[in-house]
């Protein structure tokens, strides 16, 4: 998949937006914005409407569930992969039930990030 992606990157940790920003950038995407709270992230996808979103699932104000589910109520087509940690197997199914398209485990790979980028693109993209 060679197709470059604008990207919103959702993380209340700076170290993981600027993780995920690096490995989004060296596999060929643009990170168009960054959210640190659900709120944040609904009010920047309506602001720059990225190709993709990475949201987290546990963030102050509302988690990245319940933001996955206000994104999609407006975007229906919104592709959004969870960023997760391990142990949160029980919140994953439910995003994947909210909508989310996807997801990885962190610590982040690049392998696993690629990977999950090209099944989600490839399977829903317009």
């Given at each position: ?27 060929g995407h ?67 039930d909210a ?28």
């Amino acid at each position: 998949m060679n197709q470059s992606l604008k990207v919103l990157v959702v993380d209340d940790s700076m170290i993981t937006i600027k993780k995920l920003e690096k490995l989004l950038v060296d596999i060929g995407h643009e990170v168009i914005q960054r959210s640190k709270t659900g709120l944040e992230a609904i009010t920047h996808y309506e602001e720059c409407t990225p190709d993709l979103v990475t949201m987290d699932i546990t963030m102050p104000d509302m988690d990245g569930i319940e933001a996955t589910k206000r994104i999609l109520a407006k975007d229906p087509d919104a592709l959004i992969i969870m960023v997760t940690s391990h142990g949160q197997e029980n919140m994953v199914m439910d995003a994947i039930d909210a909508g989310a398209k996807g997801y990885v485990l962190k610590p982040i790979r690049i392998e696993k990030l690629t990977d999950t980028i090209d099944k989600v693109i490839t399977r829903y993209s317009k």
